[in-house]
Every structure is written in C-alpha cells, then in structure tokens.
C-alpha cells in the first residue's frame, strides 16, 4: 500500500514540476524582458503563455541526432543521469506541515548528495559528444560545480549548528519557534547559499559550462531535439529544489499570515527566490574563469567558515 | 514476498550485475558508469535497510566523488584505443577461477555459519550516534585520520606546484 501511495506522490510531483518548469522558464524570458525594456514572448497565447509549450512541443518534433563519432550509449545515458538526481531530491522536501515526501532524519545531506550526481551527467555528456566546446564546457562545468559545492554546504552548516538537527521539518519548525526567519540571524549565510547557489547551477553571471561567446554551447553543444530538452528540464528541476531548499532554510518553509494557505506562502516565497537570479541574470555581465575561482575559494569559502564559527560562538554563548 | 524484498532483490541484482559489467565492458567510459550505478545500487540497499546516513557518505563519497575522479583520470589519459584484451595464458585464468572460487566457498562458510546477535532491537546508525560516537569513543582515532589527511593535501600541493615550475 505504501509503494502506491510512493509511486502516485512520484507521479503527481512529476506532472506538477513539468508545470512548473515550462511557467519557470516563461516567468524568467518575461521578467528579463521587461527589465531589458522589451515585451518578452508575447505570440502564443495570452500574455505569452504558452510560449514555452510551443518551444517544447518543437523540440520533441525535432529529429533525434546522435553524432557518428560519439559514444552512443553514453550520449543517451548522460541526460537521464543529469535529471534523475535533480528530480530525487523532491523526494524529501516537505511543501507544508502536511504536505511532504519522506520524512528523512537527514533530509539536508540526502538533498546536498544526491544533488552532486548531476555533475556525473554534465560530464558524461560534455566527454561522450567527442567536440571539443562539449568537452571544455563539461570540464568547466566540473570545476565550478565541484568548487562552489563547498561554500553551498558550509553556509547550511550555520543553520545545522543552531538547529540541531539536519531534519528539514525541525529546521522550519525551530524557525517557528523562535518567531523569525533564518534569513535575518544568517544573513551571510544566505549570501553565500545565493551566490554558490548561482554557480552551482550554472545560471547566469556564472554560466561559464554554456558561454556562448566562447563555446557554442558547452556541454550540451551536440544534443538537440527531445534530448536537450532533457537537459533543460534537469537544469529547471535543479533550480526549483535549490529555491525550495532556501524556502525552507532561510525563509522559514510555508510559515506566513494565516489569510494564505501554507503551500501558497511557499510557492510565493520560492518564486521570489527564482526572481532574485533573474534579476541578476538580466543585470550583470558574465564572470571571467579565473575570477570565477578565485571569487569561490579565496572569498566566498572563508565567508561561509567565518560565518559558522561566529554562529558556533554564539550558540554556545546563548548557552545551546 | 513483500516490497522491501522485492527491491533488495532488484537493488542487489544491480549492484551485481553492474560490478560484472566493470569488468566485461570493454570501454573505459562504459565501465565508469556502471560503476557509478554498482555505487548506487549499495547506497539503495543500506537504505533498504535503514542506515540512511551510511547509505547517503556512500552516495556522497563514492557516486559523487571517486567516480567524478575516475572519469577526470580517464579524460586526462589516452585510453581511446587501448582495450584490456583477453589474456592468452590459460594458466593464469584456471588459477584465477580456483583463488575466486575458493574465496566464495570460505565466504559463504562463513556467512552461513556467522553467530548474529539476534536481540529484538535492531541497531540504527542515525547521524547523532554516529557523530556522538566520532567525537566522544573515537575522538583521537578521528584527529589522527584528520592530521593524515591534511598532510596528504600538503603533500599534494608541493608536488603539484614543483611540476608547475
């Protein structure tokens, strides 16, 4: 009985991150749209709504190419590699008080764990294509990824230590105990967790993986068709848990005024998230590699260390 | 036979098949990923089991770190053309299947006649007793390895900056 209930929870989250992917995406064209002082898609249906449905439809109507010279298995692998990991880190996020997939002790290491996976396609990807900008963008991709992973968990770690637990309902819950939110006692926290947040999902001004000025279009330079769009979707999956997981961490989950009901307060305060990146996409210009790196290990790794033994001297202050 | 059975057996026949197919493959990049699916299919089974924080340092350890190097190495390296072909020496092959078969027959000996402590109260590795148990029981076995480690990263980058020059 309990395996239904797993599968049918799986299916509906499936079909409603779908949803949620092809507004994400139409929410992200509009806002950089205006702010650059243009419309943004406009043609297919009210408001443009269903731009992004007409995209999709597209790229499944397209012919599946698969490069002769590349290693074809893994070529078809590599997506499914790069999205399974993104979509199973849905598995633990609790939505409301209710509303929730496994209740796990450790549901912020699974999310950090799992979530490193996705390198394994990018890289899988970039090598299998057998061309050279697929290659250099999957080892940029890597060396970002692997490098920004550290400072996205240390700035989690000042929230464990005052918390005490690395269960993602505690964590709202002692937010709501204590009557505010984490964003405000771990302010740097956040910083850090947004900016590694950007790097490690390689968006904009850190998508050095995809820079086309420079490498057509990295990693994913030889898929096309139904495949990219596999791609695509994994990046969006990734993106929305990354915004659910500062929902939770740092603006207190699905806590909010009680005129909304609790997953509407989460929706609204993950898409405020989602705005933050976009506003920063359409605003800043692409970061250069070395900067890149040592921008991750020489500013942004103490930030994240300094911030967890101030909040370690505090807790212990308070007498925790 | 209920689910969690069913998905041992599914789990188990994946990290078993996989870690055949590391060696039957015949190219490197096939062999990296079903590695990286024998790891995950061990993670799975400790989860089965309920050792969650195992199942996960072995995701993170092992799926999302030693793989990602295996593939680096095997970018860094020529490896296009260079297969591990069938080894002519028969001796060796028949002293192999005997040492792999022996091995198996002391194993499941010893599995079948293992005394297992059978209490009531299954053991649970959850993060807190592991970590209790890291910094209180085992605190200067755990420095020591941290004091190894560090040295091996210094150790590390002096040999990477003396081939920089």
């Known amino acids: ?65 698969i490069p002769n010279e590349a290693d074809k298995k893994i070529f078809v692998l590599a997506p499914v590699l790069a999205f399974a990991p993104a979509f199973a880190v849905f598995a633990v996020l609790p939505f409301t008080e209710n509303l929730s997939g496994a209740d796990l002790n450790i549901g912020i290491l699974y999310i950090l764990g799992v979530s490193s996976i996705t390198m394994l396609g990018v890289l899988m990807g970039g090598w299998s294509s057998n061309n050279k900008y697929s290659l250099l963008g999957s080892i940029r991709g890597i060396a970002q990824m692997v490098s920004y992973e550290i400072p996205l968990v240390l700035s989690v770690l000042g929230i464990i230590v005052l918390v005490g637990s690395l269960n993602l309902r505690d964590i709202v819950g002692y937010q709501e105990s204590i009557g ?113 790196m040592n921008f991750g290990w020489k500013v942004l790794i103490p930030l994240a260390l300094l911030n967890i033994v101030i909040t370690s001297i505090i807790k212990v202050w308070m007498g925790g | 036979m209920n689910a969690q059975m069913f998905f041992f057996i ?46 996960i340092v072995q995701i993170m350890v092992y799926v999302g770190a030693i793989t990602i190097l295996f593939v680096f190495g095997m970018m860094m390296t020529e490896h296009r053309n260079v297969g591990f072909g069938p080894d002519p020496r028969k001796t060796q092959q028949i002293l192999g299947f005997v040492g792999v078969g022996f091995l198996l027959a002391f ?33 200067i076995a755990f420095i020591g390895s941290a004091f190894l480690l560090t040295s091996a990263l210094i150790g590390a980058v002096v040999i990477a900056r003396k081939e920089a020059d």
């Not at chain 1, 994400?24 to 269903?50: C, D, S």
């Not at chain 1, 993106?239 to 699905?254: R, V």
């Not at chain 2, 990286?36 to 799975?44: E, H, K, L, T």
């Open chain 1, 1 to 65: 009985m309990d395996v239904i209930l797993m599968v049918v929870y799986a299916g509906i989250v499936m079909n409603l991150l779908l949803g949620g992917v092809t507004f994400a995406i139409l929410f992200e064209r509009k806002v950089i749209g205006y702010m650059q002082l243009r419309p943004g898609p406009n043609r297919h249906g009210p408001w443009g709504l269903l731009q992004t449905i007409a995209d999709v439809t597209k790229l499944l109507m397209k012919e599946d190419i």
């Open chain 1, 180 to 292: 505010i939110w984490f964003i405000i006692p771990q302010f740097l926290a956040f910083i850090v967790y947004f900016i590694s947040s950007i790097a490690e999902l390689n968006r904009s001004p850190f998508d050095l993986p995809e820079a086309e000025s420079e490498l057509v279009s990295g990693y994913h330079t030889e898929y096309s068709g139904f495949r990219f769009a596999f791609f695509m979707l994994a990046e969006y999956t990734y993106a929305i848990a990354i915004s659910a997981l500062a929902t939770i961490l740092f603006f207190g989950g699905w806590l909010g005024p009680a005129f909304l009901p609790g997953i509407i307060w989460f929706l609204l305060k993950m898409a405020a998230f989602m705005f933050g990146w976009y506003w920063l996409r359409a605003t800043l210009p692409r970061a250069r590699v070395d900067h890149l």
């Open chain 2, 10 to 55: 599914v789990f188990a026949l994946i990290a078993i098949i996989s870690a055949v197919l590391i060696m039957a493959l015949e190219r490197i990049a096939h062999r990296v990923v079903a590695m990286a699916f024998s790891f995950f299919a061990v993670a799975a089974i400790y989860f089965l089991l309920g050792a969650e924080f195992i199942g």
């Open chain 2, 107 to 139: 194993m499941l000996y010893a599995i079948v006649t293992a005394d297992l402590p059978n209490s009531g109260e299954p053991y649970v590795g959850s993060a807190e007793i592991i970590g209790l148990e890291l910094y209180g029981h085992y605190f």
